[in-house]
């Protein structure tokens, strides 16, 4: 009926398998992202989870008539940071799962 013995070698294999991931969590956590735009003018710190680090603005870029381009420049860097904080933490949960970072009709799993 079961074969206990590969079950157990199984519990062994996710347990490991949570290990890794959870390494690679903390991994992610100390990552630093850094995205630039604008010459500059806007930069951006995530680590790889995509949380925020910092963020640093030209003081040039203060000012009402630059309103326009500041929001233009802190759009672009935010999409910049989440897309490759998304291909940093897929990177990293391939390696810690061994499980591929996209999976036909599955999406991505990370």
Same mark, same amino acid.
Request: hydrophobic share 40%; charged share 30%; proline share 2%.
């Given at each position: @009926?079961?074969?206990?013995?590969?079950?157990?070698? @199984? @519990?062994?294999?996710?347990?490991?398998?949570? $290990?890794?991931?959870?390494?690679?969590?903390?991994?992610?956590?100390?990552?630093?992202?850094?995205?630039?735009?604008?010459?500059?003018?806007?930069?951006?710190?995530?680590?790889?989870?995509?949380?925020?680090?910092?963020?640093?603005?030209?003081?040039?870029?203060?000012?009402?008539?630059?309103? $326009?381009?500041?929001? $233009?420049?802190?759009?672009?860097?935010?999409?910049?940071?989440?897309?490759?904080?998304?291909?940093?933490?897929?990177?990293?949960?391939?390696?810690?799962?061994?499980?591929?970072?996209?999976?036909?009709?599955?999406?991505?799993?990370?």
């Amino acid at each position: @009926m079961f074969n206990f013995g590969n079950l157990g070698e @199984m @519990m062994k294999q996710l347990k490991s398998m949570q $290990e890794n991931m959870e390494r690679a969590k903390e991994e992610l956590r100390n990552e630093k992202i850094v995205v630039e735009v604008g010459g500059g003018m806007v930069k951006l710190i995530t680590n790889g989870m995509g949380e925020v680090i910092d963020l640093e603005i030209d003081k040039t870029m203060l000012s009402e008539e630059n309103y $326009e381009v500041l929001k $233009e420049l802190l759009i672009s860097a935010i999409n910049e940071a989440n897309s490759r904080s998304k291909e940093v933490l897929a990177e990293k949960m391939a390696k810690a799962t061994g499980l591929p970072t996209n999976i036909p009709g599955m999406g991505n799993l990370f």
